[in-house]
């Protein structure tokens, strides 16, 4: 089994950075052959791939958001990490952390997902 567990600020203000921590636990590793991804869900509203980390360190960010967002890991720490910039109050979503077999595949192969944590923006 796996586990993923996002984690940092529930309120941020307008213009400063995002920063989000998604902890990877059990049977996995970041640097196992999957690729990782950001995932966000705005309130009534769809999700939204903001991104993703590969097995080998390539990121891969949403044309949307390139600007804006900085996807890392800490493989000491089996950790993914997630930047975004500038945030507006079109930021405010859950934000999820997902495991996925290969780059470019629906949600519906997703394998893993953490459970998200809320992200308000917000002066």
């Known amino acids: 089994q796996v586990q993923l567990q996002e984690s940092g600020p529930g309120l941020v203000k307008p213009s400063q950075t995002l920063s989000l921590t998604c902890t990877v636990s059990?049977?996995?590793?970041?640097?196992?052959?999957?690729?990782w991804s950001w995932i966000r869900q705005p309130p009534g509203k769809g999700l939204e791939w903001m991104g993703a980390?590969?097995?080998?360190?390539?990121?891969y960010v949403s044309p949307t958001l390139k600007s804006r967002t900085a996807i890392s890991r800490d493989t000491s720490k089996n950790q993914l990490i997630l930047q975004l910039s500038n945030v507006t109050p079109e930021d405010t979503a859950v934000y999820y952390c997902?495991?996925?077999?290969?780059?470019?595949?629906?949600?519906?192969?997703?394998?893993?997902w953490g459970q998200g944590t809320q992200v308000t923006v917000s002066s």
């Open positions: 980390i590969a097995f080998g360190g390539n990121t």
């Open positions: 059990g049977d996995s590793s970041t640097t196992n052959y999957y690729y």
């Open positions: 997902a495991r996925v077999p290969d780059y470019g595949l629906g949600y519906e192969a997703y394998e893993y």
